[in-house]
């Protein structure tokens, strides 16, 4: 069952950041760079496996006393567990974060939970300046990448050295 995310409400890099990058001090294009930059923040949370700046989430689980994984890392808090009747009481259920930033939920009394839901917080810092400086580079660059290269027929593919910056961060899973 796939998490649901909120919006971050800031970027993990500034648009000032990446127009002294670009060498760009015109505004005119702000709102499609700003693009760009969400756009690279995506591929960086979908490479790394690991959400960048603390934000809500939400995902539904199976009414079960198995220990269940919230599919998103790092988890810095669980929240609360709910179901279609309200709130699970405090003693209804354990959550446990690994050392990994795993984040587990058991329920305790899974009959008295219809359709439970837990609600979590996520993401490597609290705020751009949080995010490690190489993930943050890798940002910048491919997101300049993807400005420079937006009408090119012969783009390539990214930089290599977005993925040497990211791959020390990425995070896999076997299931």
Do not use: Y
């Amino acid at each position: 069952m796939m998490p649901e995310t909120m919006p971050s409400p800031e970027a993990a890099v500034s648009l000032a950041e990446v127009k002294a990058f670009l060498r760009l001090e015109r505004d005119d294009e702000d709102a499609l760079l700003a693009g760009f930059i969400r756009t690279a923040i995506a591929l960086c949370e979908a490479f790394t496996g690991q959400w960048l700046i603390v934000r809500d989430g939400r995902q539904r689980i199976a009414a079960s006393p198995d220990w269940q994984r919230i599919g998103v890392l790092p988890v810095v808090a669980i929240t609360a567990v709910a179901g279609a009747g309200g709130a699970v009481a405090g003693d209804g259920f354990e959550t446990d974060i690994d050392v990994s930033g795993c984040g587990w939920v058991r329920l305790l009394a899974p009959f008295d939970v219809v359709q439970p839901v837990v609600a979590f917080r996520a993401g490597l810092g609290a705020d751009w300046n949080g995010v490690p400086e190489p993930l943050r580079q890798g940002l910048v660059r491919l997101a300049a990448h993807l400005f420079s290269h937006r009408d090119a027929a012969d783009a390539g593919p990214p930089p290599t050295a977005v993925a040497a910056l990211w791959r020390p961060w990425r995070r896999m899973r076997l299931n």
